[in-house]
């Protein structure tokens, strides 16, 4: 039996999927794990009334398990992990935040108005840290095979790279070698095909308040 998940689906496109990086990050989940899934889009200007019904905040994503709506990405990720443990995708712990701070970092920065604040430094501090952890223990955070934490970071690094070149013509510096390489391995795995936006012109328009704010 299926799974049941509900996502964003696109701004202005309701029945396609949309921008979503912590959405994307439980259909990778999915689809590593080779779970079978029924997917809802949800159209976030206009909810469904059985959505709000069963998920009053209105948030995504969202994935049944026993009959009940389970929110919020790292839960529904812990209980996916626990529930179908066949094809295991647990970090290390000593591996499991690598990265977790580029997220906020990469939001500062696009944000900014002032070339001046630091932002992007600590941006690119970040990106360097992330470099050398992958320098020492890649291609992926914890080795050969790839985990949640990589799960979790490749849609965050899909709208960086994406929104900083459209939005401040921004790109990751080439002397971040091992940072490329992770990308280019994260972004060409068949579950992040099937689970990416369908077009990046969706994320851009997520983004765009956030950057005329």
């Not at 108005?113 to 941006?123: C, F, H, I, S, V």
């Not at 579950?191 to 005329?212: H, I, L, Q, R, Y």
């Amino acid at each position: 039996m299926a799974l049941e998940v509900a996502v964003k689906a696109a701004t202005g496109a309701p029945d396609s999927l949309g921008d979503c990086p912590f959405c994307q990050r439980v259909l990778l989940t999915l689809e590593e794990k080779k779970i079978p899934y029924k997917l809802h889009l949800i159209d976030l200007s206009n909810k469904p009334e059985w959505f709000l019904g069963v998920n009053p905040e209105g948030k995504v994503p969202v994935a049944l398990f026993d009959g009940k709506w389970v929110p919020d990405s790292d839960v529904i990720v812990g209980l996916l992990e626990e529930k179908y443990p066949e094809i295991p995708l647990a970090t290390p712990p000593e591996f499991a935040t690598v990265g977790s701070k580029i997220f906020g970092s990469f939001v500062s920065f696009l944000k900014s108005k002032d070339p001046n604040d630091g932002t992007e430094q600590a941006l690119l501090a970040e990106l360097s840290a992330l470099n050398e952890h992958l320098k020492a223990h890649g291609p992926y955070v914890a080795g050969e095979k790839v985990t949640a934490v990589d799960l979790s970071l490749a849609p965050k690094l899909y709208h960086l790279v994406a929104v900083l070149d459209h939005f401040k013509n921004w790109g990751v510096p080439e002397s971040l070698s091992h940072v490329h390489i992770y990308t280019k391995l994260l972004f060409s795995r068949e579950s992040f095909e099937k689970t990416k936006p369908a077009k990046d012109e969706f994320v851009f328009a997520g983004w765009a308040p956030k950057v005329n704010a």
